[in-house]
Nanobody, 114 residues
Framework: QVQLVESGGALVQPGGSLRLSCAAS????????MAWYRQAPGKQRELVAV???????NYADSVRGRFTISKDKGKRMMYLQMNNLKPEDTAVYYC????????WGQGTQVTVSS
């Protein structure tokens, strides 16, 4: 089974930026749609951004214009560039296959606070 490892989360002030990374043990990015999800305390996990096997992207309304999803098939990596961060973005962020997930990784904590 493919393993997923997220990294790059940190404590950041409102208006700041972070880049999250997702490493996969297989070259799944060239075949499947992939996504970033997040889960805040007391809330359900939500879809944040999607990138298709062909490279097209889509975003949740709450992050559109601030976040950018991308991938590097050769490096087996996916990224989420997050700009103009808001306190509402505070959550554990996960990467996974779109719609039908693989086993979840550990996630990476993003905390936006002044």
């Amino acid at each position: 089974q493919v393993q997923l490892v997220e990294s790059g989360g940190a404590l950041v002030q409102p208006g700041g930026s972070l880049r999250l990374s997702c490493a996969a043990s297989g070259n799944i990015f060239s075949i499947y749609g992939m996504a970033w999800y997040r889960q805040a305390p007391g809330k359900q996990r939500e879809l944040v951004a999607v990138i298709s096997g062909g490279g097209s992207t889509n975003y949740a309304d709450s992050v559109r214009g601030r976040f950018t999803i991308s991938k590097d098939k050769g490096k087996r990596m996916m990224y989420l560039q997050m700009n103009n961060l808001k306190p509402e973005d505070t959550a554990v962020y996960y990467c996974n296959r779109e719609r039908i997930p693989l086993p979840w990784g550990q996630g990476t904590q993003v905390t936006v606070s002044s």
